[in-house]
């Protein structure tokens, strides 16, 4: 058959039913719009009001290392306070949406995430560890989390494989079990703490974006790295989520990338928990919405699950320190007051 | 062009032992037997999912186990049996997978992998639905487009798992005719799995007959599928014939509750 005959079916396939480099740059340039938008919007709103023009004042400021016009209480508040927790909710919400989309490609999974298969919680009995024995070093706790996260993965694969092969419910079964075991750790160590530590390290640990804004460097790059090393491996984890056996017939290492996308999405769960504590369910909700709205293509998911994600917790973070202030609702209740019913309602239609 | 020879494969007990056999250009093997006798762990070691412990599978004289794996993705097309998939990927998508053993890393499709692509779903005639997702398509709609997926990159050996399982009788047929069609297009041999004996019969250029991981015979249809052969491989009582219409052997079924079989024709 000679396929130069049928022009019109060429050209219908070849732009209405797949991503394509134009759609991807549509769709990531929206998102990275409305993070911007979304940010000036954090930075602006709080107990006190910071008009826009100073916001950029002070940006530009920062930008050029000159002094800007504004009050020195305003220069501190967005600088040091408003501004670093608006970057950690971008850098955590991308961090943990494309752990969540990298873990459901690789196990075959829609309804596998971070906090579900335990691999958050494991990450901060690592950042725990870290904290009560080794405080003063400021790349032990991202670094503690990552082992944390890496050990249990391994754990929770190992224990999710079947008598052929690892089988994906298992393994979300697994994660369940591990994230309680796990939960326990992390309760007996908080109850041995001390209890000036123990109040530190609890608001850390149910979601709280405002603790460690001097990690925000490391954690940036931990996580860009991560997110980078998933996404040179997408079209393989695209073949992945379609079965392992057939996607090592049409040519993929599976090995390699199994064990180099395990660690990186690790890596950048390990970097969000150790900022921000256990913050549920963003790596479900967000990938499965992008996958709605855009199908499955990983190549189009990693990337918009990582601005997405990065949207979703900076809206959360503002509604959760402002809808009650002066007082501060942890992240981590409203991600699981959205994440929870979306949870369910994925088991539903998966299963 | 396809060469196995003393193929050794074991889990905890052996699966296949001592296995030798070769097809030429442009044939059809069906490798038929019973449950557990070792055909997809065959077919998985031929695709090279599967290592075997000795023994080497040659293509065009080229031994797969020591191929990179994209080389020998773009030599072989694999049907897996009863793929399960949960994510909503579109027809097209799943087709263009085909392609990956023929791109860049990273990146997207180039034209030649969207001519390809459209071709393979022309012809197993699921153009009609590129886009539809596969999570969404029945049975005989999926089974071809994974047919499509595995032709997309032309192989020279296509390597079909159980492909007409779960099929009706008209799908069935349509399914292994059209993979006889594709062999006669172009330059390609297919090894196919299938319980279905008839359908065998008559698509088969060389027919294999497997049971407990050892070959019990490989050889033309009508010298393989013979009353004898079936009846001690299967353990169960039928009768051979002619098909009326090509003359290929025609399995007929005896239920073994049914006393004083008669042979009435």
């Given amino acids: 058959m000679n396929v130069t005959d049928t022009p019109n079916a060429v050209r219908h396939i070849a732009s209405a039913n797949r991503v394509t480099l134009a759609q991807l740059v549509v769709a990531l340039t929206l998102l990275a719009l409305l993070v911007i938008v979304l940010a000036v919007i954090a930075t602006a709103v709080g107990s006190e009001h910071v008009s826009l023009a100073s916001i950029s004042k002070i940006i530009i400021a920062g930008i050029t290392g000159r002094s800007a016009d504004v009050t020195p209480e305003q220069q501190i508040i967005i600088a040091e306070i408003r501004l670093p927790r608006v970057l950690m909710a971008v850098v955590v919400g991308g961090a943990l949406s494309v752990a969540g989309a990298a873990y459901q490609a690789l196990l075959r999974n829609p309804l596998a995430d971070p906090y579900i298969l335990g691999v958050s919680t494991g990450a901060a009995v690592g950042a725990i560890v870290s904290t009560v024995f080794a405080e003063s070093i400021p790349v032990g706790r991202p670094l503690a989390a990552f082992i944390g996260a890496v050990l249990t993965i391994t754990a929770v694969y190992a224990l999710g494989q079947g008598r052929r092969g690892e089988a994906s419910e298992r393994l979300i079964l697994a994660g369940v079990i591990t994230n309680t075991f796990l939960s326990s750790i992390v309760i007996f160590m908080l109850t041995a703490a001390s209890g000036s530590r123990l109040r530190s390290i609890f608001s850390w640990l149910i979601g709280d974006l405002s603790g460690e804004p001097r990690l925000l460097g490391l954690v940036t790059v931990f996580v860009m790295a991560g997110i980078v090393v998933i996404y040179m491996n997408a079209r393989a984890l695209n073949l992945l989520m379609t079965g392992e056996e057939e996607a090592v017939a049409l040519g993929v290492e599976v090995r390699r990338v199994k064990i180099t996308v395990y660690l990186a999405a690790s890596l950048i769960t390990g970097a969000a928990v150790a900022v921000s504590g256990v913050i549920g369910f963003v790596g479900l909700v967000i990938p499965h919405a992008i996958r709605l709205v855009g199908g499955s293509d990983n190549r189009l998911v990693i990337p918009a699950s990582a601005l997405a994600g990065g949207a979703l917790l900076l809206a959360a973070d503002t509604v959760a320190r402002t809808i009650i202030a002066p007082r501060e609702l942890h992240i981590g209740v409203i991600s699981a007051l959205i994440g929870g019913p979306v949870f369910i309602y994925l088991l539903r239609r998966t299963s | ?265």
Avoid: W
């Fill in chain 2, 1 to 265: 062009m396809l060469k196995v020879s003393g193929i050794h494969f074991s889990y905890s007990q052996p699966v296949l032992s001592d296995l030798s056999f070769e097809i030429g250009n442009g044939e059809l093997l069906v490798v038929i037997g019973p449950n557990g006798a070792g055909k997809s762990t065959l077919l998985k070691i031929i695709v090279g999912i599967l290592s075997p412990e000795s023994g080497s599978v040659l293509l065009d004289d080229r031994n797969i186990a020591s191929m990179p794996r994209r080389e020998a993705a773009r030599l072989i097309g694999y049907v897996a049996q009863g793929s399960s998939i949960r994510f909503p990927l579109t027809a097209t998508e799943f087709v263009l997978q085909g392609r990956f053993a023929q791109q860049r890393l990273i990146g997207f499709e180039s034209d030649e992998d969207v001519t390809e692509a459209t071709r393979a779903m022309e012809l197993t005639d699921t153009i009609g639905f590129a886009d539809r997702p596969v999570t969404e398509l029945s049975g005989g709609e999926r089974q071809r487009v994974m047919l499509a997926r595995a032709i997309a990159s032309r192989p020279r050996l296509l390597v079909l798992d159980e492909p007409v399982a779960n099929l009706d009788i008209s799908h069935q047929i349509r399914m292994l005719d059209l993979v006889r069609n594709l062999i006669s297009e172009g330059n390609m041999s297919a090894i196919v799995v299938t319980h279905e004996l008839n359908l065998a019969a008559e698509f088969a250029t060389t027919a294999l007959l497997l049971k407990a991981g050892e070959m019990m015979a490989c050889g033309a249809p009508n010298e393989v599928l013979t009353e004898d052969l079936l009846q001690t491989v299967f353990e169960t009582e039928l009768l051979v014939d002619a098909s009326p219409i090509s003359g290929a052997p025609r399995v007929t079924l005896v239920p073994p509750s049914r006393p004083n079989r008669e042979r009435g024709i």
